[in-house]
């Protein structure tokens, strides 16, 4: 480690679907955190690790701020804020394209109750005019005093070497916190689960909605070097089951299909997974169900 080595934790904040994962997953340049059109796809704290020869910079992508409906909300919107108290930097990502609501007012409110500096991280300007970026800008600028504002594209990387330093020059020196290889703090099988759950929402399109979960039941490397993988897919209701077993589970045979490619690419080895379908009414409400699928609120 080099003199003046540098480190510190930054918490990504934001809508759900501002482009928060598409962002940690470029900056890592490995999928950790699954992307997805519908909100609120994000339900942990993901931390990624970024490590160069100046500095190492621990990300955590927080769940999407939102009006909570349910005990699953209330954790998701608790992991946020409480993310907030806790990092040296907070990277606040708004989308380029929407405008500004009460979304983006209530994520204000709670940054005026912390003294972290606070980047305004405009994603998606591939998409904008710059007439328009400007009036963004100028626009967010009357409403909360940002220590940085950063306009990039997270899906085209757009910027993001900008921002990348940006961060770097606002941390103290400190140690390395994880391994210069290690991407993540979570579990691979943390990581998994998460990956099929991505298939799931992105192959039932606004058939099944986030009532979904998944979780690793087992997971071991067989003697051939390849590792074996099952999976279980928790629905709430009967009718999610078939949408997403599919005509003569078609549909469970592409998820499958679809989350081997990531997960191989992941582990750097063959996978052979198997995945099956359970229905657990109303989880979303069940202290006991969401602490069994990874969702603790004793973390916070």
Do not use: C
Request: proline content about 4%; hydrophobic content about 35%; overall charge negative.
């Amino acid at each position: 480690m080099s003199e003046g080595f540098k480190s510190g934790f930054a918490a990504i904040i934001g809508r759900p679907n501002a482009g928060k994962s598409t962002l940690l997953n470029y900056v890592l340049g490995e999928k950790i955190a699954i992307m997805s059109e519908k909100p609120q796809t994000t339900r942990n704290r993901i931390q990624g690790v970024y490590t160069s020869a100046e500095a190492q910079v621990i990300f955590i992508d927080t769940p999407g701020i939102h009006k909570p409906k349910h005990r699953l909300g209330d954790f998701m919107v608790q992991s946020a804020v409480q993310t907030l108290q806790d990092v040296d930097l907070i990277l606040f990502i708004i989308d380029a394209n929407d405008r500004f609501g009460p979304g983006e007012s209530y994520i204000l409110e709670q940054l005026k109750n912390v003294s972290t500096p606070v980047f305004l991280v405009i994603n998606k300007i591939d998409q904008l005019h710059p007439d328009k970026l400007l009036e963004k800008i100028d626009g967010y600028r009357h409403r909360a005093d940002f220590s940085e504002v950063v306009p990039i594209s997270a899906l085209q990387g757009n910027n993001v070497d900008t921002l990348i330093e940006q961060i770097t020059g606002y941390l103290e020196e400190g140690p390395q916190y994880y391994p210069e290889d290690q991407l993540t703090d979570h579990p691979e099988r943390f990581v998994v689960s998460e990956l099929v759950r991505e298939k799931v929402l992105h192959l039932t399109e606004d058939e099944v909605p986030h009532s979904i979960a998944v979780y690793i039941e087992d997971m071991k490397e067989r003697e051939e070097g390849a590792v074996y993988i099952a999976a279980v897919i928790v629905v709430e209701r009967s009718s999610q089951k078939g949408i997403i077993i599919g005509k003569q589970g078609s549909m469970l045979k592409e998820i499958g299909k679809r989350a081997r490619v990531d997960i191989e690419s992941l582990l750097g080895s063959k996978v052979h997974i198997d995945l099956w379908v359970k229905v657990q009414k109303d989880w979303r409400n069940s202290r006991f169900q969401l602490n069994e699928y990874g969702y603790s609120e004793e973390e916070y």
